[in-house]
């Protein structure tokens, strides 16, 4: 059974850090790009950060753009997702997810594996 589990949410006051993680089990996703994606209440899911197989290159949201860094242990079956400068904006829930290849996607649609989400609230 493929899992990807989230954890490192929390509250924290704006300006402060987070770094959440994401251990996968079930298979390996050592070749597939690996992507965190996040959703505010009434808004819709939208890309945060992408990282390709061989952590060779990360896309950012300009929202989280010098902020945020994503990052990946294969040998850990974990990624990464340091989070500093934290704004009250930056308040959802945040997902951890697989792609279905090994180039990094802004798609959430690219992705066929997700975890079930981690809360993270950020107060000004």
């Known amino acids: 059974q493929v899992q990807l589990v989230e954890s490192g949410g929390g509250l924290v006051q704006a300006g402060g850090s987070l770094k959440l993680s994401c251990a996968t089990s079930?298979?390996?996703?050592?070749?597939?790009?690996m992507g965190w994606f996040r959703q505010a209440p009434g808004k819709e899911r939208e890309f945060v950060a992408a990282?390709?197989?061989?952590?060779?290159?990360?896309y950012y949201a300009n929202s989280v753009k010098g902020r945020f860094t994503i990052s990946r242990d294969n040998a850990k079956n974990t990624v990464y997702l340091q989070m500093n400068s934290l704004k009250p904006e930056d308040t959802a829930v945040y997902y951890c997810?697989?792609?279905?290849?090994?180039?990094?996607?802004?798609?959430?649609?690219?992705?066929?594996?997700w975890g079930q989400g981690t809360q993270v609230t950020v107060s000004s």
């Open positions: 997810a697989a792609s279905n290849g090994p180039l990094g996607s802004r798609s959430r649609y690219d992705y066929n594996y």
């Open positions: 990282i390709t197989w061989s952590a060779g290159i990360t």
């Open positions: 079930g298979r390996t996703f050592s070749s597939n790009a």
